[in-house]
């Protein structure tokens, strides 16, 4: 349960733009998130070294080996890239033209900016493509999942924020809450 001395997110709305930002590295933080990613990484990266060795001595299926260290050195460098993200500054904007969300100081490819009137739903709780709760937007098929690290608790509050000002500013965006459907 949420203590006083616990950090939310900080919350500014100011007519029809809403801002909402915290810091990843004060926040109540998921710890099943953190074990889970790291256990993938610390079996997977000696994996990819093997792979890696198996292929340079030419011993094993050299297909195979090839399409192993595609997708072996993309985990490599993306699960601690994602990892960082932990240390960064994330900031959520909404009006009625447009949906921001971004790490501040981080590249773009952390970044999605849609237009607000693309947005096809947002939802909290577990989705089928997931182990574990997230909160995400979505747009179409692609979906941006906003803090991440963040305990549920924490999202909460952004997910409430989210739906009041969608509310207000009158725009259709299906919000669902699916712990609230299990």
């Known amino acids: 349960m949420r203590t006083a001395t616990e950090p939310r997110p900080k919350i500014d709305c100011q007519g029809s733009r809403l801002v909402i930002e915290w810091d990843n590295r004060e926040i109540p933080r998921s710890r099943v998130l ?11 990266t000696p994996f990819t070294l093997f792979a890696t060795w198996r292929l340079f001595s030419g011993d094993g299926p050299t297909l195979f ?15 601690p890239a994602t990892w960082m ?7 959520i904007e909404l009006d009625p033209e447009t949906y921001r969300h971004y790490h501040v100081g981080m ?11 693309e947005l096809t739903q ?8 997931e182990s574990i709760s997230t909160l995400s937007v979505r747009r179409g ?5 906003v803090a991440y690290w963040a305990r549920d608790d924490f999202r909460q509050v952004i997910f409430d924020a989210l739906r009041d000002h969608l509310i207000k ?14």
Do not use: K
């Not at 590249?107 to 009137?117: D, H, I, K, Q, V």
């Not at 947002?122 to 493509?129: K, L, R």
């Open 107 to 117: 590249p773009s490819w952390f970044s999605r900016e849609w237009r607000t009137a």
């Open 65 to 79: 080996l090839c399409i192993w260290l595609v997708f072996g050195y993309l985990g490599v460098i993306v699960i």
């Open 85 to 91: 993200l932990r240390w960064t500054i994330e900031r």
């Open 169 to 182: 500013l009158g725009v259709g965006t299906p919000v669902v809450d699916m712990r609230e459907e299990q």
């Open 122 to 129: 947002i939802n909290f709780g577990f989705d089928e493509e």
């Open 141 to 145: 098929r692609h979906r941006d999942i």
């Open 34 to 44: 953190a074990f889970l990613l790291f256990s993938f990484w610390i079996v997977w």
